[in-house]
């Protein structure tokens, strides 16, 4: 019983941490890259994201993540220490590992929603590629 608790905790974490990459990285390509598509397809990720806590849970209470999202003045700051850039991948970073998080511990709760999670990982992997041949400085 003890290890289905920890198990909803660590699927609680690391799928509100994906949702919140993904957000931090939709807002940086739409305001600081003005790519509209882009940030489509990262929302839509963001949301199958969600889809799946739906569909697992009747009702999951995902912590309010709007203090998490970088505001103008976090942005500013980091924009000093660290470009957008880098705040960008690193948030896809952060998304890839929750998502590998996540298909491992539904591999024990629920095979199909461990398969989601790695086509989403998959998705982002591409995603991550094509935003970096396009907007890395080479």
């Not at 963001?46 to 103008?72: H, M, P």
Request: hydrophobic share 40%; charged share 35%; proline share 0%.
């Amino acid at each position: 019983m003890e290890s289905s608790a920890a198990c909803k905790r660590i699927v609680d974490a690391n799928l509100n941490r994906a949702k919140e990459a993904f957000r931090v990285a939709e807002d940086i390509i739409r305001f600081e890259y003005n790519d509209a598509n882009l940030s489509t397809l990262l929302k839509s990720l963001r949301l199958e994201v969600g889809s799946i806590a739906k569909k697992y849970y009747d009702t999951i209470a995902f912590r309010d993540t709007q203090n998490d999202c970088l505001t103008k003045v976090t942005l500013e700051k980091e924009k000093k220490r660290i470009s957008l850039f880098e705040i960008l991948i690193i948030n896809f970073k952060r998304a890839q590992e929750s998502l590998r998080v996540l298909e491992e511990v539904f591999k024990l709760l629920d095979i199909e929603n461990s398969a989601l999670c790695k086509q989403i990982r998959y998705k982002t992997y591409i995603l991550e590629k094509e935003i970096y041949d396009k907007y890395a400085k080479h």
